[in-house]
């Protein structure tokens, strides 16, 4: 049964399209389980019906034509539940419907599973057979395992149609779930930019001149045959004659009469290069893949390299005339910061990618541009999206594939108001941060990047809360230098000076791996990183360090802040370290105070811990994002489980409120970063917890300090006391909706958060 269900799922993920995927699907598992009949039923949701789609055994007459209810029939109760039906015999069940024309009158038995993919219905798969009889536990449980199985390739097969479809689809909008990684509206055209020379991530994409294609694929033939001919020559004494033969095989492989005239013929047919490549060579490798024969199975590996050489030739022709839309959404399997680094400022209006988080080094890019970005989209039918229109939805990690006329111009009317609001809050610039009787809260900025100090003092930040150093690491193709890391810090000291600056040494691990320091581990989030990394490898953090120091020569604006700490041990030892540095830096002649230090608290164990931290430490900093992440066990980078991250959860707010009050208890100033902290809906119970500081990204700042000016301390801590009261997120949203109604500050809440966060 296992060595079935991994056959028909490998069949079903290499299909073409959707329809060839759901034809394989009932011919398989009706094969499979012997029975007379298997359907497939898909919900529409436009109609919010069951469409009769896909059939072997029934008339296929009404494949397409006929469909029921969610709560209709034998199928509508499989849907309506959830859950699977197995009947010996269906007529007697109080559900069961007789369809004419469909030609279920012979059948006795039924057995149906429902199709779910990230708690959404996509369908129902049904087996019939003519004899009355129970399906056996065995077959039940084949059923309900290759239904899960499927229902991620259905959903993807499916969301990669629509995204063929022409805009203004009556099926209506194709959305795909991510990650914020960067907030704002983007619309645009979709550009996919594939991983260099990998045959698999080939968009689809029509030729616009075929007899250039076709060119391009000859030449990079013959570059190809020089290269291996090259090869040949120089082996031609080291191996014996049978083996040099192997490489006139190799030669051949593509020659017009083999692989490469099947290329050459999809090409004339309208196919661009690199598609057709990919294509062909995709299906003979499949082939030779599944073969028995190991030597015939060995021959995939030849047939893959030589694709690939193929392919990188094609691909360093086409850079050089790739132009680019003048409104740019950008697509790709994993972005670099490379990739953004290739597309005009001017033409860049947002970013989509299969893989990263919020905090990957290109979401921080991203933010610092202000381009909107989503990450983690792992449903995306990445190498369908060339030309074709989309909405980036940065605030709520939401992509939108050809949405109709209506959709676009309500998301355009949702970017002019962000433009608009964006421009009506810069008169805050120069006011206070201050609530209606008087309390004063700094609004600080998170940054990274050189381009984000004009954005993070043109927003009018009262200091840095957070400066990400490892960002000029993930930049840099070597660990930078100790007057290299001097020179940048300097720069961001300078530029805030005398406002505070907080720099958080090396955090790495996680999802931020350096590529000439790789970090791999099989759960990153609870491994080595963050102050567990640098405490082993003291060498890097005492450069850190003195680079900090030297830097703050003259200036005195320096708070140097520890990530990851988890036990007080940490902190002790990071502190003899610093003291040491201090010491050294002294003796080179340098005269500075020694700097404020504090701590991140983000993991469970230093909230509980934050007392005996605060007895030791200057200040201390919460790392919403992360502490919410381990508070919840939900992976924020994961978009399967991204509904589940809450940072209004009541356990992540109960959290924060015992962490401000063990510190002011300790005398020891605490302020919270993430987005969070940016969050205008949250503002009024951070306010009241007592945090000193809310650090944030500069686009969030004027919001969050609108929401500040419009309440005031009494108003907010009645809404804290209520939080006792409450046991869910909804719970919490309504209550704090409701002060932000009272006030007139909807606007302020970013676009769609109205109804998610």
């Not at 034509?65 to 109080?94: I, Q, T």
């Not at 994409?205 to 090869?231: G, P, Q, T």
């Not at 028995?292 to 360093?316: F, I, K, M, P, W």
């Not at 150093?469 to 530029?495: G, I, M």
Request: some cysteine; glycine content about 8%; aromatic content about 6%.
């Amino acid at each position: 049964m296992i060595e079935r269900l991994r056959k028909i799922v490998q069949a079903v993920s290499e299909a073409d399209d959707l329809e060839q995927a759901l034809s394989l699907i009932v011919h398989e598992v009706r094969r499979a389980m012997s029975t007379d009949v298997c359907t497939v039923y898909l919900s529409d949701r436009a109609t919010n019906r069951l469409v009769f789609r896909a059939n072997e055994g029934l008339n296929p007459g009404k494949i397409g034509e006929f469909s029921l209810g969610r709560e209709e029939g034998l199928v509508g109760w499989v849907a309506s539940r959830g859950e699977m039906l197995n009947l010996d015999d269906a007529s007697a069940h109080p559900s069961f419907q007789l369809v004419p024309g469909l030609g279920e009158e012979s059948f006795a038995s039924f057995m149906g599973a429902p199709i779910i993919h990230q708690r959404d219905l996509l369908g129902v798969l049904v087996v019939q057979q003519t004899a009355s009889r129970r399906f056996s536990d065995d077959e039940e449980a084949f059923l309900i395992t290759i239904s899960a199985q499927l229902a991620g390739i259905i959903a993807h097969a499916e969301v990669s149609g629509l995204a063929d479809l022409n805009e203004g689809s009556p099926r209506g909008i194709t959305r795909i779930m991510g990650v914020s990684g960067s907030p704002g509206i983007g619309i645009g055209e979709g550009v996919f930019v594939s991983p260099t020379a990998d045959l698999a991530a080939v968009p689809y994409r029509k030729a616009e001149n075929r007899k250039a294609e076709l060119r391009s694929f000859r030449a990079a033939l013959s570059r190809v045959r020089d290269d291996i001919e090259i090869v040949s020559d120089n082996l031609r004494d080291e191996l014996s004659p049978e083996d040099h033969a192997l490489f006139g095989v190799y030669l051949n492989i593509l020659d017009d009469s083999t692989l490469g005239g099947e290329v050459a013929s999809l090409i004339k047919a309208g196919q661009w290069a690199q598609g057709a490549l990919s294509q062909v060579l995709l299906k003979h490798i499949r082939h030779f893949e599944r073969m028995e024969h190991s030597y015939l199975r060995e021959r995939a590996v030849d047939v893959r390299d030589l694709g690939t050489r193929v392919l990188t030739y094609l691909q360093d022709d086409s850079k050089s005339l790739r132009e680019w839309p003048e409104q740019t959404i950008l697509v790709a399997e994993e972005i670099t910061a490379s990739a953004l680094g290739e597309v005009p400022r001017e033409n860049l209006v947002g970013v989509v990618s299969l893989r990263g988080s919020g905090n990957s080094h290109a979401a921080i890019v991203a933010r610092g541009m202000g381009v909107p970005a989503v990450m983690g989209a792992s449903d995306l039918p990445y190498n369908r999206l060339d030309s074709r229109t989309l909405v980036v939805d940065g605030h709520n990690g939401r992509v939108y594939i050809n949405p109709p006329e209506e959709a676009l111009r309500r998301f355009q009317q949702l970017q002019d108001e962000d433009v608009a609001l964006s421009q009506e809050l810069l008169v805050l610039r120069d006011e206070p941060s201050q609530t209606l009787d008087g309390h004063h809260i700094p609004l600080w900025v998170n940054t990274g990047l050189a381009a984000d100090l004009p954005r993070a003092l043109e927003c009018g930040a009262e200091g840095v809360g957070l400066y990400r150093t490892e960002v000029a690491f993930l930049l840099r193709d070597k660990f930078p230098s100790e007057e290299d890391q001097r020179q940048l810090y300097r720069e961001q000291l300078e530029a805030f000076a005398p406002a505070p600056v907080t720099m958080r040494s090396l955090d790495i691990g996680g999802d931020k791996s350096l590529p000439y320091f790789p970090i791999i581990e099989d759960n990153p989030f609870l491994g080595w990183r963050g102050i567990r990394v640098t405490l082993d490898h003291p060498e890097i953090f005492l450069a850190q360090i003195r680079a900090m120091l030297k830097a703050n020569e003259g200036l005195g604006n320096l708070r140097i802040l520890l990530p990851m700490i988890s036990a007080v041990e940490e902190v002790e030892e990071s502190l003899a370290l610093i003291r040491r540095c201090h010491d050294e830096v002294l003796a080179e002649g340098y005269s500075q105070t020694f700097p404020p230090v504090g701590a991140m608290i983000e993991v469970p164990s230093a909230v509980w811990l934050t007392g005996a931290l605060a007895r030791r430490l200057d200040f201390l900093s919460v790392g919403s994002n992360d502490l919410t992440q381990y508070l919840l066990a939900v992976d924020r980078t994961n978009a399967r489980v991204a509904d589940m991250y809450h940072g209004l959860h009541p356990a992540v707010l109960s959290a924060l409120a015992k962490i401000c009050a063990d510190a002011r208890a300790a005398s020891c100033p605490v302020s919270i970063c993430g987005e969070l902290a940016g969050d205008p809906r949250a503002t009024p119970l951070l306010l009241a917890m007592g945090f000193d500081q809310l650090s944030m990204n500069a686009s969030s700042l004027p919001r969050v300090k609108k929401v500040v000016q419009s309440v005031s301390v009494d108003e907010a801590r009645d809404a804290l006391a209520r939080l006792t009261e409450l046991n869910s997120v909804d719970q919490v949203k309504e209550l704090l909706d409701a002060l932000i109604r009272r006030r007139g500050l909807e606007r302020y809440i970013r676009p769609g958060q109205e109804g998610s966060e």
